[in-house]
């Protein structure tokens, strides 16, 4: 597996982070993206029924699992950290046989081309060269196939100023999106669908703890949608859901 400077220090990042069994300090935040990541869950359980699937930068596998139970032929599952793919092998055990846990580069993937129906991904994009993490995605896609990620921007305000006085609980090499970015995306996939949340959600995450059961978070939730359509303030979004196909 060939590896550049960077991919060594995001392996040896991860590998550090999975094997310490610490949780993350910023994991208390991502309440607020609750809807965020149940709009994910909705479009992979639609998206991945009966077809080839590629979980693109899986971690310790917890949406692969996930996803198993929505019906697809198989899961390849790939990830640079060799303790994330232990952990996920661990996890997984007899429960999830249609998925296959690999260690390989996103960069330069060891997988055959036109080969996936959907390849998806939570929060890895910004740790890669996007340009050749993209075209690698498209390379393995099969024709008119799905991308859908989820991924930090760069602009929100709040969630700066806690990057800055925690500099050491990220890889050095983390980039989140600006707009360029999402410009890339569009000039490689067809159909590119953004959808902007944590705003007003991040904003009052103190204030209710399971989002789930509160009326409190339904509700900013719902504002955060309305302003967060708003090309102006589109900025002060946190994370966006992305949805593509391959041209």
Excluded at 141 to 166: H, S
Excluded at 176 to 191: A, E, H, R, V
Aim: net charge positive; charged share 30%.
């Amino acid at each position: 597996m060939s590896l550049s400077e960077t991919n060594i220090r995001e392996r040896k990042f991860h590998d550090e982070l999975h094997s310490s069994g610490q949780e993350r300090s910023q994991n208390k935040f991502y309440r607020a993206l609750y809807s965020l990541n149940e709009d994910f869950r909705n479009l992979l359980k639609v998206k991945t029924k009966s077809v080839q699937v590629l979980d693109y930068g899986c971690g310790i596998g917890n949406f692969a699992q996930e996803v198993s139970e929505f019906g697809p032929k198989k899961i390849v599952a790939v990830d640079i950290s060799e303790e994330a793919i232990k952990k996920a092998k661990k996890k997984s055990g007899e429960v999830s046989k249609n998925i296959d846990f690999k260690v390989d580069n996103c960069e330069n993937l060891s997988l055959d081309s036109n080969s996936f129906d959907i390849v998806y991904g939570s929060g890895i994009l910004h740790h890669l060269d996007l340009k050749k993490s993209l075209n690698e995605i498209n390379r393995v896609l099969k024709k008119d196939g799905t991308i859908i990620f989820v991924e930090p921007l760069a602009t929100n305000p709040l969630i700066n100023i806690y990057r800055k006085f925690t500099p050491n609980a990220r890889s050095p090499d983390e980039h989140p999106f600006k707009s360029g970015d999402i410009k890339l995306i569009n000039s490689i996939f067809k159909n590119v669908e953004i959808k902007y949340y944590g705003f007003l959600t991040l904003v009052f995450f103190p204030f209710y703890k399971s989002p789930e059961k509160s009326r409190l978070f339904k509700i900013i939730s719902s504002i955060d949608e309305m302003i967060l359509k708003i090309k102006y303030f589109k900025f002060l979004a946190w994370s966006i859901l992305i949805k593509g196909e391959k041209i």
